[in-house]
């Protein structure tokens, strides 16, 4: 009786486990099913594979056709661009590049001025700075943020990844500086 108790006790200890693994697998949930692709203020209009975005571990939402980015050794990075609103958006287009740069050669990717492996695009879709007393009272809810997308392209122009993601900081070009920081982790373990 102890033994087909035991027998009883490991099947169904098996079987919750591989049933409980399946959500796991069921969570690569896909951007346009969430919320973050209702938001009413954050184009989508630069990136073209919005719909194969899935979420990422360093950044939010990633999309890698050919898998991660570990034989490419050197990328050019092009001036970022925004089609978000206001003043702040065109201000953290400016950061791009540079942190960009910075970052990639951090993760060990030789940055060239031109002519490499890869091309990185970027754009800004979003980019706020509370003010008054949201500012004041609202904790790190209320400090400033930005939304990137990074498309990457290889020397044929097709491309390899795309990232979306949002980040914040003490200022706005901290919030560039964060995000993409995550964008370059992402791109170069290729999640």
């Known amino acids: 009786m102890v033994r087909q108790m035991t027998r009883l ?42 719909d194969k975005l899935i979420k990422g571990k360093e950044a939010d939402w990633v999309y890698f056709p050919n898998g991660g980015l570990k034989s490419f050794k050197t990328v050019s990075v092009k001036e970022f661009e925004e089609n978000g ?14 942190y960009m740069e910075q970052w990639l050669d951090k993760q060990g990717f030789k940055v060239v001025k ?19 007393a949201a500012r004041y009272w609202g904790g790190w809810a209320a400090n400033p943020g930005v939304g990137l997308e990074v498309m990457v392209k290889d020397s044929k122009g097709n491309i390899v ?10 200022t706005i070009r901290d919030a560039v500086e964060n995000g993409l920081e995550e964008v370059a982790k992402a791109l170069a373990n290729g999640n």
Do not use: C
């Open 9 to 50: 006790f490991a099947i169904a200890l098996t079987a919750f486990l591989v049933l409980s693994a399946r959500p796991a697998e069921a969570a690569k949930k896909n951007f346009l099913d969430s919320d973050d692709a209702k938001e009413k203020d954050e184009p989508q209009k630069y990136l073209k594979d919005y």
């Open 85 to 98: 609103r206001g003043r702040e958006a065109r201000d953290a287009s400016r950061e791009g590049k540079d």
């Open 114 to 132: 031109s002519g490499g492996d890869i091309v990185v695009e970027g754009n800004v879709f979003n980019a706020w700075e509370p003010r008054g």
């Open 161 to 170: 990844a795309e990232v979306r993601h949002k980040a914040k900081g003490s």
